[in-house]
């Protein structure tokens, strides 16, 4: 051992202990005939004095920062002491040091709030991974799996690895493919989840699974996506859909517990994905804040539960009356908008990621009247009714957007997100968890005139639903009337959890029946030939005794990124990937060697 | 919840209880009006009654071997008992029940003793995974990773997970490569072992990692590899080996306790490379029992330390006289062997894969005479004097075998296991761990006239050989004289951890200043661009503050192997490829389609 303690252990009760540190300089500052230097490990830091009679020493051997020092000296009580770090009321009298490595000058300083940039961070990721910033992040992830494994190996859950280099199945996202050296002309591909092997593993009897398990998809990359990520991926069998959401929101609570000290003990809030969409316009709320939508217009053959409340902004107004849909938001406190931030409003709802034409407004004003940007359309009455639906208040400023159905209902959530930001509304520390429950089975895929897994096609339908999907063609006769067709209305067995409106983990109860999981392929526009050669081995695995089973997986890094109050899944892992796919600091991918080729018996053939 | 309770988990106690089970058909056994079936799932097996009432029911629905059944009833004790099982002293008198999924008959019994050949149950794994055997195994990997996970926690390690999609940069192994399609013309590789990143997270700081992790690697497979297989993964800073040593003997020690009930209170034995080879013939040599090696003659550039011996067998016997090497093992109470069985073991030695030309043996006598296959060429005295020298006692048959050194060290060795084997001195409930130190650093590649480094190019020297590799150059300038160069005696900071004749860790202190990896990737023929297009990120890191460290790797399929008293890793496999890298289950690799090759850019290039 190259050291007695850590630089985070020693404290005020060590004082004339003998010891010896091993660490990296961070500072070093000289005072007449003494040099004080900070001495960082992972576990802390400790300040070293040396005296007098090591200057000459120093002198022919000066530290610089980020040299690895190792320093044998005496445990000595402060004068001046440091009451922010718990090693600050001591420091060491050294008597001997030695250089265990030099180091060049870092490219950035390796502090909490450093001076390198993204880019350069990325290629020197060995050093960024020493700031304590990013170290916090990594000890969070690693205190996020531990508490999984705990709370789930006391549920009788098994971890078991399943394979990585498996078969090419593309149906959602792109695989990532191998070629096989040894099967030329066949190629492996790696797994976008273990799916079908943890279904097989219900079916084996294994009835509880669980693996924290890197997945890969090839797809173009957004800002928080990786090629590779890591899932907490779980099945259980004999169960039904109430007994994976009790299983799994009690996991989230018992890591709240142990990685953040949080006694999550409300009840977790549900909600059907149609109320999500109706309230939240979104099928992942934030349910942190309230600001819910007010649907003033809405299509005939969407929410055909809810009420068409539209009478009260009929009127002259041609945008409304043109629009599909039209959606309010009530913002608290925020009557008092001047001309200036209304029209910034606007212009933000315009901006080419929203991309609506315009938004209205009424400010319900504390003296009681109100003042809209749609004031010559309508009465002050007809505004006061519109407040009164929106169940404004006094002080609130009423935001509406108006357009196509889709478009308009995402633009809406996006700008209550945004109100919701701006006011504050979004608390780092404040936790909201809900399942959204009920999804549609089936979305529909016009170029193609089919059907697809909304979730997987794994997920089944809601019992009732059964009956609906085994009796009816799946095939889809009139394009422009799919709405009428049968299966447009059957639920999944699906469910998703939300934190904060970032979806973090997902799930269904599974298909576990031959003929029902042979309609699913069919509904997707499979026939028998290609549901063989893709999923021979679950269909054939379903005529053994496959039981009821059911599971979901959390994202991983995007459930750390939340716990850790950030947004970007790329700062909790070790070494994430750019967003064209590159590893900048091992410049990763490269080309290979002819030799390589020649064994796989692949070749180039760029365009 | 389809049961409130499983199959394994009620007893005498529970008598009275309602309860409902769900599981697996074992077995029917009609007794005229009475039905028993045994339901079986992953905790146990439980005895269902069903009565006179129930008969018409199940005539219409009846019930085969593996069906899923969900059946309620009252627990009640049995006035059969089976004391073989937990649940022996109940049954459940069956007041309700439903069949959950059919099953088609197995194409092979689920159960230990299984009627299933090889490929049929690989075929069939999800089948073979029901088999209590096989469960068996995985229980006992799960419980091997659980108890390294506690063990490494408590000890301050951390699982920090690092990429799959990294360079190639082919040194030992082939590589699995992965096109990239969003770097058209480059490949990621799949890591043969995280061991870059590991020791970048070393100069970062994280002074204490490891990872239960998936390695990849290229290789025609032996029976007992897989492409993909699984490490117990560790790295540490500021340490040196005998901290290595202790820390993970102390690893292996704590998983006989948790998995095996095993204390071993042992010290593990250690032992250099050279004795290692000189006493077993082996570097992983299985020292369970003795029956050592004799050299009883050997080339004089070999074992240097040693003394030569080879005048007790000077005489008239050419094939000795002849031979580089002459080694002998005594084997215990083997002396009345009779020819038969002598010449059977002389075909042992012929046989391919240990290709010898022959075998001497002689016999030690109970009554204190010598019998010889080579009598002819040596007086009785002679004999006597050789069983002497083997410590060879009465009642022993000693068997020598003559040739070139590496085969007959080789095969000797071979031998030796062999015969420890057929006399019952290896128990598969008999542990012995020890640690092999002190490998060479280098060995010497023929074909390419350079150094290969014999652990990987990341493995330092010891500290007393350090001077002599960055002091001479490691050109060998006549290739058959590459024994007197200085690279040939220096030897490695490594060690290797075995188990029963089995390697089942190995790792070394690694190389942390720039100076000396650059010499030793020049030792390997590697110029100065070539180091730095592969490891260009390794060697800039160690600019930074490369703290001194050193880790280790344990062949997690392996130990779990051995653990369970199996040679084969296969079985300790959830899902594994056959020897041609296949997954004959899922039917991969396979081929990809045309959307596939040109979104990638890649064609094939079938010879």
């Not at 000290?261 to 709320?285: C, F, H, L």
């Not at 379903?542 to 039981?547: L, M, N, Q």
Request: hydrophobic residues 35%; contains cysteine.
């Amino acid at each position: 051992m190259f050291r007695s303690h850590t630089c985070g252990e020693l404290r005020i009760g060590n004082v004339n202990q003998q010891t010896t540190l091993a660490g990296w300089v961070q500072t070093v500052r000289k005072f007449g005939s003494i040099t004080f230097v900070d001495l960082r490990d992972r576990y802390g830091i400790t300040q070293l004095l040396f005296g007098e009679n090591l200057q000459a020493q120093l002198d022919a051997n000066p530290l610089g920062r980020e040299f690895v020092l190792q320093a044998t000296g005496t445990v000595t009580e402060r004068s001046n002491k440091n009451k922010n770090i718990p090693t600050g009321e001591v420091e060491i009298t050294v008597t001997s040091f030695k250089i265990l490595n030099k180091s060049e000058v870092p490219p950035f300083k390796i502090e909490d709030d450093t001076d390198g940039g993204d880019d350069l961070r990325m290629k020197y990721r060995f050093l960024d991974l020493r700031r304590n910033a990013v170290k916090k992040n990594l000890e969070l992830r690693y205190a996020v799996g531990r508490s999984t494994r705990n709370y789930l190996h006391e549920n009788n859950f098994m971890d078991i690895e399943t394979p990585f280099l498996i078969k090419s199945t593309p149906e959602g996202a792109r695989d990532f493919v191998v070629p096989s050296r040894m099967n030329p002309g066949q190629f492996y591909a790696l797994p976008q989840s273990p799916q079908t092997f943890k279904q097989l593993l219900m079916v084996s009897g294994y009835d509880r699974y669980y693996q924290i398990v890197k997945c890969f998809r090839d797809e173009d990359l957004r800002a928080d996506r990786q090629p590779e990520f890591t899932q907490i991926d779980c099945e259980m069998a004999f169960v039904e859909q109430e007994d994976i959401l009790q299983m799994f929101e009690s996991l989230v609570k018992r890591i709240f517990k142990d990685v953040k000290g949080i006694d999550y003990s409300e009840v977790v809030e549900r909600m059907t994905w149609e109320e999500a969409m109706w309230q939240y316009g979104n099928d992942k709320p934030d349910i942190r804040f309230g600001m819910k939508l007010n649907n003033l217009k809405f299509p005939s053959h969407t929410f055909t539960t809810k009420q068409d409340i539209s009478s009260i902004i009929a009127g002259e107004f041609a945008v409304f009356n043109e629009a599909e849909t039209v959606i309010a938001i009530a913002v608290p406190n925020c009557s008092e908008y001047t001309r200036k931030q209304t029209d910034e409003l606007v212009e933000w709802v315009k901006r080419p990621q929203i991309g609506m034409k315009g938004l209205a407004f009424i400010k319900c004003n504390t003296d009681g009247t109100f003042k809209s940007s749609i004031d010559k359309f309508y009465t002050e009455e007809q505004l006061k009714n519109i407040a009164t639906t929106c169940n404004a208040v006094a002080g609130d400023l009423i935001l509406i957007l108006a357009g196509t159905e889709e478009k308009t209902r995402k633009a809406t959530s996006d700008l209550r997100m945004e109100m919701g930001k701006r006011l504050g509304l979004r608390k780092d520390d404040d936790f909201k968890l809900l399942w959204v429950l009920d999804f549609p089975l089936f979305e529909y895929a016009e170029e193609d005139n089919r059907w697809v897994a909304r979730h997987h096609p794994f997920t089944s339908p809601k019992p009732s639903d059964t009956d609906t999907m085994i009796n009816n063609n799946p095939r889809i006769e009139n394009a422009a009337e799919y709405l009428k067709h049968p299966y447009a209305n059957i639920k999944a067995n699906a469910y998703d959890m939300v934190l904060n409106g970032n979806e973090i983990g997902g799930g269904s109860i599974r298909i576990f029946q031959k003929e029902l999981q042979q309609k699913m392929f069919e509904a997707l526009g499979m026939d028998t030939e290609e549901q063989q050669h893709k999923f021979g081995f679950l269909l054939g695995a379903f005529e053994y005794g496959a039981p009821p089973h059911g599971g979901l997986a959390f994202g991983f890094d995007r459930l750390c990124a939340i716990l850790g109050g950030s947004e970007s899944i790329r700062d909790f892992i070790a070494f994430p990937k750019n967003n064209s796919g590159r590893d900048v600091m091992i410049d990763a991918p490269s080309t290979i060697d002819d030799k390589q080729f020649d064994e796989l018996q692949i070749k180039l053939n760029l365009k």
